[in-house]
C-alpha cells in the first residue's frame, strides 16, 4: 500500500482535533509545576509575514517542549489592536478603524491557526475592547491619585506624518519610529507616566535579569543613564543671581574657565547685560533650528552673555556663555567647562580664545595647554588644585565633594537620561484617557464606576489626521462629576505602549470582569517565563512593561517586580540580504508557502536554517529541503509501516537485539545520543536547528540499515525493536517542531494518544556507552592492525586479539617478541626482532 504525504488533509484534520479536543487549553488548578510561555502579540496590520512565522514557531516550540517535560503551559495569543495604522487605512479605504481591526485579526488568526500553533485561545484579547482598557483607564486614575501620572506643558516631539506627538522612545535619529517623518518640536500640554520614579530601580534591576540577552540589558542601562555627580552654585558677580551646574567631574573643578549655559535657560537672557542684542539673536536663531539639526550639531558654537560668575572655591571671576551644545533636559541646562579635560570644552575654548588650565596629569606625561590638540578627559593626579593636590582623581571627586556640601556651595546628586513617558496622543483609535475639565473644578478625574469611558464607534474620520473626538460634541461634552457644571472631555488618546504593558498579565485571568486582575491567579503565573520577541523592541515596550509591573505591584495588582524571567530576541527574516519589507518589495508570503509545502515544513525551514538570535535568511531551496527530509521521514515509516505496527518495543527485546547484534547496538548508540543532543540543543540554548540536523542523522543511519539489511535478508525480526525504537525517538523529538506529521505518524504505527502529550524521551545511559573499543596495533612502531575488543577484556586476551590480526600476524611470523608496550585501552605494540 502506498501512502501519499498529504500535508494539507494532515494538517487540517490534526488542527481541528486538537482544538475539538481543547489539548492546549491550560488548567489554572493543576498539580504541575507551571511554566508561562509568551510571544509578544502581533499588531493587526493585515496578514502575518515571516517574521511573525520565526516569532510564533520558536514560541510553540518552547511551549510545546515544556509541555512534553511535565509542565502545565500557558502559551496564550491576542492582539495588539489600536495604533495609527487602522486611522490611515480608514482615510485611504473608507473602512471605520474597528471594522478594519477586527476583520484583520479573524484574518490573522485563521493564519496564526494554519501554523498549528498551540496557544490556548480561549484567552485571547484584543486591546481595542472596552473590557480590556477599561482597566487600562483605572490604572490610569489610581496612578493619577499616587502622583504617578501628571500633566503638564512641555516641549514635545511632534510628528506631522503621524500628526500626534510621541515619546522620547519613539524618536530614532530625530525621526518617527513608525513613518520616518523629521520629528519637530512643540509647545503642548499632555499626560505623562512618571517612569523616572523608578529609574534607580529599574536600573537596579538589570542585575537581576540573568535571562536577557547582555546588549538588551547594556541598552536599557544606557537609556535609563544615571550620572553620580554634583550640583554645584556659581554666584554671578554684582548680580543677585546663581548659576546651579552639574557635573560628574568635581575633581576638575580647579580646572574651571567659564561657564556654558543652554540657550534655553532661565537666566540666559537675564544675564545679557548690555549684550541683549547678541544673545537674543543667538538664541533666536539656534530655536529655529529642527531638533535633529541641532542634536547634530557638529560646530561648537555660542555667546558670551557679559556677566562673570565666581568660581566657588577660589573666587575667580569666570565668564559665562550660551552655548549650543548644552541641553535644557540634561542636569541643570549649565556646565561648569574644564577645557583642559573635556573636549567640548576644549574645542568651544579654542574657538573663543578662552584659558585652558590643567589640573590633572596622567602617570608619567606632563600636560602642557599649548601643546594639548585635545583634552585629556581620562584620571590621574590633581595639580593646580589647592590643598587636593597630589590626590588621585577618584579619591579627589569624594574630597571635593565633601569640601564643597560643607561649605553649601554644592550638593551630591544623582542624575538620570530617563525623561517621564508622554503618553497623551491626539489621534482617534486609542484608549480614551479617562480625564474631564471642568472650568470650575479644573482636571477632575472620570470616576471609576463610569468607567469605561468608551472610544464612541460613530466617529468620522479625519482626512487630516486630527483627532475627530475633538470636533465630536457627543463625545467631549459632559457633566462634571465633582458640580455637575458643563464639562469638557479629554479628547487625546493613551499611547498605544501602554496596552502591551500589562496584556501578560490580563492573559493569566482574561474572564475577570470585576477588576482588571485576580492577584491570586496573577501571581501563580508571573513573571513569564520566558519571553520571546523582535530585538527592536530592546527600549520601549520592554521599558515601559518593567516600569508599569513595578507600578501595579505598589498599586498592590500583582507581586512580581519583572514581567519576564527570560527573554528571547529572535533575529530578522531577511531575503537576498536585506530585511523582508512590502517596500522593498522581497517579501515571501507565509500563506503561499504552507500551501506549497505545508505548516510543518514552513516551521522545520524557519527552525533549522538559523539559530533563534540570529538572522535568516530565506532560502527557496532551503524550503525545498526542509520539504524533503519531512518526506524521507513519511516514506521511512509508511514503507515499513507493517513491521513498525507489528513490533512491540519492550525493553527486553530491546536488549536481546542489541547483544546478539552490533550494528543495531550502533542504531540503539544513536538513537540516545540524539534524545540527549536535541534535550540539551533545546535546553541550554533553544538552538533548534543543531537539533533537527541530529534527528536527520539519526533518520539517515536507519534508513541506511534497512537499505543494507533488506538487500542482504538479515532486517530480521529481531531488529525491528530497536528500528522502532529510533523511529519513534524521532518523531516524539520532532514533534515540538513540526507537530502534524508527528502526531499522524505517531498514530499510524499504533499509539492512540497524541504525540503533543506524550513525555520527552528519557536518554539511556547505558545505551550511550559503547561496549567495544578498538586499539591501535603496531609492530616496531609502525601500524599494522586495528582490534576491536570488549571493554572490559584483560591485557592478556587483548594480546592475544591482537596477535591474531591478519595484518600483524603476517609481521611477526618467524620473529622473536622481545617485548609488548601496552597502552591500556589505546595501542599495543610488539617489538619483534
Ligand atoms: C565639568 C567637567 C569636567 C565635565 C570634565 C566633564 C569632564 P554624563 O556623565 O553623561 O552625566 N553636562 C552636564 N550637564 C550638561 C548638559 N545639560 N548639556 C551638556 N553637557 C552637560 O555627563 C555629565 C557631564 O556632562 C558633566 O560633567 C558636564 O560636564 C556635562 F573634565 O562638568 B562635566
Ligand atoms: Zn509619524
Not at 158 to 179: F, H, I, K, M
Not at 286 to 299: A, D, F, I, Q, V
Not at 398 to 408: F, M, N, V
Not at 513 to 537: A, C, M, N, S
Amino acid at each position: 500500500m502506498e501512502f501519499k504525504y498529504a500535508f494539507e488533509e494532515i494538517e487540517r484534520r490534526w488542527q481541528e482535533e486538537w482544538e475539538i479536543k481543547r489539548l492546549f487549553r491550560t488548567p489554572d488548578h493543576d498539580p504541575r509545576p507551571r511554566y508561562y510561555c509568551l510571544e509578544m502579540f502581533p499588531y493587526p496590520s493585515g496578514r502575518i509575514h515571516m517574521g511573525h512565522v520565526r516569532n510564533y514557531t520558536i514560541g510553540d516550540v518552547i511551549a510545546r517542549y515544556k509541555r512534553m517535560q511535565g509542565f502545565n503551559v500557558l502559551h496564550p495569543m491576542g492582539w495588539d489592536a489600536f495604533g495609527l495604522p487602522a486611522e490611515n487605512a480608514a482615510i485611504k479605504h473608507g473602512i471605520h478603524p474597528a471594522n478594519w481591526t477586527y476583520e484583520n485579526i479573524d484574518y490573522m488568526r485563521r493564519q496564526l491557526k494554519r501554523l498549528g500553533l498551540s496557544y490556548d485561545w480561549s484567552r485571547e484579547i484584543a486591546t481595542c475592547d472596552p473590557r480590556y482598557y477599561r482597566w487600562e483607564q483605572l490604572f490610569f486614575l489610581e496612578m493619577f491619585e499616587r502622583g504617578l501620572v501628571y500633566r503638564k506643558k512641555s516641549k514635545v516631539n511632534w510628528c506631522d506624518g503621524c500628526q500626534t506627538v510621541l515619546a522620547n522612545e519613539q524618536v530614532e535619529d530625530g525621526s518617527c519610529w513608525r513613518c520616518g517623518s523629521q520629528v519637530v518640536e512643540k509647545e503642548l500640554e499632555g499626560w505623562f507616566f512618571k517612569i523616572t520614579a523608578y529609574a534607580e530601580e529599574l536600573l537596579k534591576d538589570c542585575n537581576k535579569l540573568a535571562g536577557w540577552p547582555e546588549k538588551v540589558l547594556t541598552m536599557q542601562r544606557n537609556w535609563i543613564g544615571r550620572s553620580e555627580g554634583v550640583e554645584i552654585r556659581f554666584v554671578i558677580d554684582g548680580l543677585d543671581k546663581e548659576v546651579v551646574v552639574f557635573t560628574t567631574r568635581p575633581d576638575t573643578i580647579f580646572g574651571v574657565t567659564f561657564l556654558s549655559i543652554s540657550p534655553e535657560h532661565p537666566l540666559a537672557l537675564e544675564l545679557a547685560a548690555g549684550k541683549e542684542g547678541h544673545v537674543s539673536a543667538f538664541i533666536e536663531r539656534w530655536s529655529r533650528m529642527p531638533p535633529k539639526e541641532r542634536r547634530e550639531l557638529k560646530e561648537k558654537d555660542g555667546v558670551f552673555t557679559g556677566a562673570f560668575a565666581l568660581h566657588p572655591l577660589t573666587g575667580e571671576r569666570v565668564p559665562v556663555y550660551v552655548a549650543n551644545f548644552v541641553l535644557m533636559e540634561y542636569g541643570t541646562g549649565a556646565v561648569m567647562a574644564v577645557p583642559a579635560h573635556d573636549q567640548r570644552d576644549f574645542e568651544f575654548a579654542g574657538k573663543y580664545g578662552l584659558p585652558i588650565k590643567v589640573v590633572i596629569q596622567p602617570g608619567s606625561l606632563s600636560l602642557k595647554p599649548d601643546l594639548m590638540v585635545e583634552a585629556w578627559e581620562g584620571g590621574g593626579r590633581l595639580v593646580n588644585s589647592g590643598q587636593f593636590d597630589g590626590m588621585e582623581s577618584d579619591e579627589a571627586k569624594g574630597a571635593i565633594i565633601r569640601h564643597l556640601e560643607k561649605r553649601g556651595v554644592g550638593r551630591r546628586k544623582v542624575t538620570y537620561r530617563l525623561r517621564d513617558w508622554g503618553i497623551s496622543r491626539q489621534r482617534y483609535w486609542g484608549a480614551p484617557i479617562p480625564i474631564v475639565y471642568c472650568e470650575r473644578c479644573g482636571v477632575v478625574p472620570v470616576p471609576t464606576d463610569e468607567l469605561p469611558v468608551r472610544l464612541p464607534l460613530d466617529a468620522q474620520i479625519n482626512p487630516q489626521g486630527r483627532s475627530p473626538l475633538a470636533e465630536m460634541e457627543s463625545f467631549y461634552k459632559t457633566r462634571c462629576p465633582r458640580c455637575s457644571g458643563e464639562a469638557r472631555r479629554e479628547t487625546d488618546t493613551m499611547d498605544t505602549f501602554v496596552e502591551s504593558s500589562w496584556y501578560f498579565a490580563r492573559y493569566v485571568c482574561p474572564d475577570e470582569d470585576k477588576r482588571p486582575l485576580d492577584r491570586e491567579r496573577v501571581d501563580r503565573w508571573l513573571p513569564v517565563d520566558q519571553y520571546i520577541g523582535g530585538v527592536e523592541h530592546a527600549i520601549l515596550h520592554l521599558l515601559y512593561s518593567r516600569f508599569f509591573t513595578k507600578a501595579l505591584r505598589d498599586l498592590g495588582w500583582l507581586s512580581a517586580g519583572e514581567p519576564f524571567k527570560n527573554l528571547l530576541t529572535q533575529g530578522m527574516v531577511l531575503k537576498e540580504g536585506s530585511k523582508m519589507s512590502k517596500s522593498k518589495g522581497n517579501v515571501v508570503d507565509p500563506d503561499e508557502m504552507i500551501k506549497a509545502y505545508g505548516a510543518d515544513t514552513v516551521r522545520l525551514f524557519v527552525l533549522f536554517a538559523a539559530p533563534p538570535e540570529k538572522d535568516l535568511e530565506w532560502s527557496d531551496k532551503g524550503i525545498e529541503g526542509s520539504h524533503r527530509f519531512l518526506k524521507r521521514l513519511w516514506s521511512l515509516v509508511t514503507d515499513n509501516i507493517e513491521a513498525l505496527r507489528r513490533t512491540k518495543g519492550d525493553a527486553a527485546a530491546i536488549r536481546m537485539a542489541v547483544a546478539d547484534l552490533p550494528q543495531l547496538k550502533k542504531i540503539r548508540q544513536k538513537t540516545h545520543e540524539t534524545i540527549a543532543r536535541v534535550t540539551e540543543d533545546i535546553e541550554r540554548r533553544f538552538h533548534f536547528n543543531t537539533a533537527i540536523s541530529a534527528v536527520m542523522e539519526l533518520i539517515n543511519d536507519v534508513t541506511a540499515y534497512l537499505n543494507r539489511h533488506e538487500a542482504d535478508g538479515t532486517a530480521d525480526e529481531q531488529s525491528w525493536p530497536v528500528i522502532k525504537e529510533a523511529v519513534e525517538a524521532a518523531i516524539i523529538l520532532l514533534s515540538p517542531m513540526t507537530p502534524h506529521i508527528s502526531d499522524e505518524l505517531w498514530r499510524m504505527i499504533g499509539h492512540e494518544g497524541y504525540v503533543c502529550l506524550e513525555s520527552w524521551p528519557r536518554v539511556d545511559e547505558a545505551a550511550l556507552r559503547s561496549e567495544t573499543i578498538s586499539i591501535v596495533v603496531q609492530v616496531n612502531g609502525r601500524l599494522r592492525g586495528n582490534i576491536e575488543v570488549h571493554r572490559n577484556a584483560g591485557d592478556k586476551a587483548i594480546e592475544a586479539a591482537a596477535l591474531s590480526d591478519p595484518g600483524v600476524m603476517r609481521h611477526i611470523e618467524g620473529k622473536d617478541i622481545k617485548k609488548v608496550i601496552h597502552v591500556r585501552g589505546r595501542l599495543v605494540n610488539f617489538i619483534v626482532g
